[in-house]
């Protein structure tokens, strides 16, 4: 099935470009009467397509942002009949809570897109893009108590160095924090603009903007804690799929790939496998074809999809 149209219709209507939409769906192997969770609402292009193919299924959207909550709540007007959507304003980490909560012991899909909402690196009040002067703030969930500002303000040098080493895969991860930490003693840095125009001299000019970005991300990471969140969303998630249920995940950092490839191979984000006394492996799952990138059609319609790579898996 094509979505030309579908997607021309969304792109329209939506505020955010759904990344790799046909090849989720695909993956999903969605059964119309079946229950699904999408954990990453975002622009609601995911979850708008999911509740196209359902007829008596039911879907629950997680995303703990409160401006994505409000632009798509329409979407429940547009289910079709018979489905039941819940939209649940929470953090995905907290994924078993909530599924217990509502009392669903079991699902047939789980669709995670860990890429950043393309309105969060439009909106420049947000903080989230070096592209446009604003509070340094990053949060996901605008309730959160820590901004980047607070990150870039008060920690050490080493766990500066740290967050750009790990989440940014930045070698001069040591020269940008003792960069800030030398700068912030004069005065506070509050603003994305600040923070640019302090690292970008100890950028290579070739490489400048993609390291910034990788800076950004880094601490947009540590905000809003991604990498533990990605931890108890996927422990949560074998023991939530049924059999032949399905795990989509659209990562777009190594190291968020790599737990998930770990997960869907050994059933741990560590990935060490189990073994029973004959010696053989005991692993909860059966991957899916190769890992899926965007084709060129997808990359000139939406370039931000470039770094995106889609893993599946099904429930054994």
């Known amino acids: 099935m ?32 079946g229950t699904y969770v999408d954990v990453t609402l975002g622009g ?89 002067d604003a509070p340094l703030d990053m949060r996901m969930n605008q309730s959160a108590q820590r901004s980047a500002a607070d990150i870039i303000n008060s920690y050490t040098a080493e766990q500066l160095t740290s967050i750009f080493r790990l989440y940014g895969e930045l070698h001069q991860a040591s020269r ?58 996927l422990t949560a998630a074998v023991q939530l799929l049924r059999p032949g249920g399905r795990l989509v995940v659209i990562a777009y950092h190594s190291l968020e790939d790599r737990m998930v490839k770990n997960l869907m191979r050994s059933g741990n984000v560590e990935g060490q496998t189990e073994q029973d006394v004959f010696g053989r492996c005991d692993v909860p799952f059966r991957l899916i074809g190769k890992p899926v990138v965007a084709d060129d059609d997808e990359l000139q319609r939406n370039p931000r999809s470039r770094s995106a790579r889609m893993r599946i898996a099904e429930k054994l």
């Open 176 to 233: 940008l924090a003792t960069a800030i930490v030398r700068a912030r003693a004069n005065r506070q840095i509050d603003t994305t603009l600040q923070l640019t125009e302090l690292l970008t001299p100890l950028l290579g000019r070739d490489r400048e903007k993609k390291d910034l970005a990788r800076a950004f991300q880094a601490l947009r990471i540590e905000v809003n804690g991604e990498m533990e969140a990605l931890r108890c969303m």
């Open 2 to 33: 094509k979505y030309c149209s579908y997607l021309c219709a969304m792109e329209t209507s939506f505020y955010h470009i759904p990344v790799l939409l046909q090849p989720a769906l695909e993956g999903l192997n969605i059964r119309r009467d």
């Open 44 to 132: 609601g292009g995911h979850s708008r397509a999911i509740l196209s193919q359902l007829q008596g299924g039911r879907l629950f959207s997680f995303d703990q942002d409160a401006d994505a909550i409000e632009k798509c709540s329409a979407l429940r007007e547009e289910a079709p009949n018979g489905n039941d959507w819940t939209l649940v304003r929470s953090n995905f980490r907290y994924l078993h809570n909530w599924m217990r909560y509502y009392e669903v012991d079991g699902v047939d899909g789980i669709l995670a897109d860990l890429g950043v909402s393309s309105h969060h690196l439009d909106a420049a009040e947000r903080g989230f893009s070096f592209r446009a």
